[in-house]
């Protein structure tokens, strides 16, 4: 049983929480980038823009085609880790939470900065940050959550 | 995630010679997630604690055990 060749449904569901996790730091990536895009010369600028060129071919060129694939890969039943009972399901549903509780208090701190920050940015970055901060909170939480502290095969 | 609840899945494991991986193929869910109950790390749901209990042929109290901090 290889990483692509999972042999159960929850393999492949575990699989698929993973993916996901990824395709979030990707996103993570490409909205940080356009932030600091923004502020930056325009050299910079350019290897930024490539940075989230790289990221969003990568979600669209690996991550989707190999989500299709695992959801895919058992006729019948569509695969969804939101709704798996397993340990990287709860890992996935904590790291939401983390992200929507961050994105939340990072709004609220922005606001109560007065117009430290928001009057210094466009409306368009500043949703690039708080998307960038929630994505990058959920990308690291999961990470972290998801690691196996189990032990191994016994 | 882990919690004052302890469980035997790995003596009962024992017992019958089982690997994580046969036991998480027997009762369709992940051998993480079996791992990490096993070691307190998850604390998993009553659906998967029902489900090992009844592969063993045990009440679900022979599995798992709440220690007295709870």
Redesign the interface.
């Known amino acids: 049983m290889s990483y692509f060749r999972p ?5 492949v ?2 699989r698929l929480a993973e993916l996901t996790g990824m395709a979030v730091g990707l996103g993570a990536l490409i909205y940080g980038a356009s932030v600091v895009q923004s502020f930056s010369a325009p050299a910079v600028a350019m290897t930024l823009d490539t940075i989230r060129m790289v990221c969003g071919i990568l979600v669209l060129a690996v991550y989707l085609p190999l989500t299709i694939w695992f959801k895919t890969r058992f006729s019948g039943v569509i695969l969804n880790p939101w709704k798996s ?4 399901g ?1 890992a996935l549903k904590r790291a939401g939470l983390s992200a929507f509780a961050a994105s939340v208090m990072f709004m609220v701190l922005l606001s109560t900065l007065d117009r430290l920050v928001l009057s210094r940015m466009t409306a368009e970055s500043v949703i690039d940050l708080v998307l960038a901060v929630a994505l990058l909170v959920f990308a690291v939480s999961f990470l972290l959550l998801g690691r ?7 | 995630m882990s919690g004052p609840l302890t469980n035997r899945i790995r003596v009962l494991r024992a017992e019958r010679g089982m690997s994580q991986s046969d036991l998480a193929a027997a009762i369709d869910v992940s051998r993480k997630t079996i791992s990490t109950v096993e070691v307190g790390r998850f604390v998993p749901s009553t659906v998967i604690a029902l489900k090992i209990a009844r592969y063993f042929g045990v009440p679900v109290e022979d599995v798992f055990d709440l220690t007295d901090e709870a």
Not at chain 1, 85 to 88: A, E, I, R, W, Y
Not at chain 1, 148 to 154: A, H, P, S, T
């Open positions: 042999g159960t449904r929850a393999e569901t575990d009972d397993s340990f990287m709860a196996d502290g189990g032990e191994g095969e016994g």
